[in-house]
């Protein structure tokens, strides 16, 4: 699988669909803004999808683009979040610097084809998936889940506040379009995510792990029982992970290859 413009458009739009839905389902401030190919969205103050992706893939990007983006941001009183895909305008990236933007940080686009056999959950393990959580221990799992990285201290004292501003976060997550997920071991739920089929994409996203339940194989349980949900209705299968992290390496095992990195550019 090669990161074509096609291939690429296709991705971004999958992603931000998804996060447009989400927070249509559930933050009443909530907005969207279409320009030069990409997609702005706000959901709420300090929500994961205040972003903007497919900017200036195939499209020239003016500066009334630019503009237009920033003060739509700025009437709701948040940072521009630019995800920037490699195949975007020539000279798009230096423009945005110019104008006050900063890197924060890079992203990796994963892909694959969806399986056309089913795809067999960790083995040696008692672990099932339940589709169609219950809100309440879905989000106790991604709460606590994205509360505590990978690369925490053992042993260290959970931020209780993290986990309450997480899960007033996670709330937007709730439509009858996103199929939650929570992964169980030994009678245990110890993992969930969501997935999301848009156009034939299947984006899995959200997917967070208790930590005395990791590198147990759930992470992987949902990926693949979320691939053989979505067979028969997409082709294409999309999530993004934090360059080298325990999850990118989760994807790759399941057969997803790195098409791409976004560069993550702010402007506050």
Excluded at 159 to 178: K, L, N, Y
Excluded at 183 to 204: E, P, T
Aim: glycine letters at 10%.
């Amino acid at each position: 699988m090669h990161a074509t413009l096609e291939l690429a458009r296709r991705v971004d739009r999958a992603e931000i669909d998804f996060c447009a839905l989400a927070t249509m389902a559930g933050a009443p401030d909530a907005a969207t803004l279409e320009r030069a190919g990409g997609r702005a969205v706000y959901g709420a103050p300090g929500s994961p999808v205040n972003k903007v992706l497919g900017l200036g893939l195939g499209v020239d990007v003016t500066d009334d683009d630019l503009d237009e983006i920033e003060q739509f941001y700025a009437e709701r009183g948040c940072p521009v979040q630019i995800e920037l895909c490699p195949l975007a305008a020539q000279g798009l990236a230096p423009r945005l610097t110019k104008r006050g933007y900063v890197l924060q940080a890079f992203e990796n686009e994963l892909a694959r084809l969806v399986p056309e056999e089913p795809v067999q959950s960790p083995v040696g393990a008692d672990i099932s998936v339940e589709a169609g959580a219950g809100e309440r221990p879905w989000l106790e799992i991604v709460s606590e889940g994205f509360a505590v990285p990978d690369r925490a201290v053992p042993g260290g004292q959970l931020p209780s506040d993290a986990v309450t501003a997480i899960g007033d976060v996670m709330r937007q997550f709730f439509h009858p379009e996103i199929v939650r997920y929570v992964a169980h071991v030994n009678g245990q739920s110890g993992a969930a995510g969501l997935s999301f089929v848009s156009n034939g994409v299947l984006g899995i996203f959200g997917t967070a792990t208790l930590p005395a339940f990791r590198r147990r194989g759930l992470q992987g349980a949902i990926v693949a029982r979320a691939m053989n949900d979505a067979r028969g209705k997409a082709d294409l299968v999309i999530a993004t992970t934090e360059p080298g992290s325990i999850s990118q390496r989760t994807f790759e095992r399941l057969g997803f290859q790195v098409i791409y990195t976004r560069a993550i550019l702010v402007k506050y």
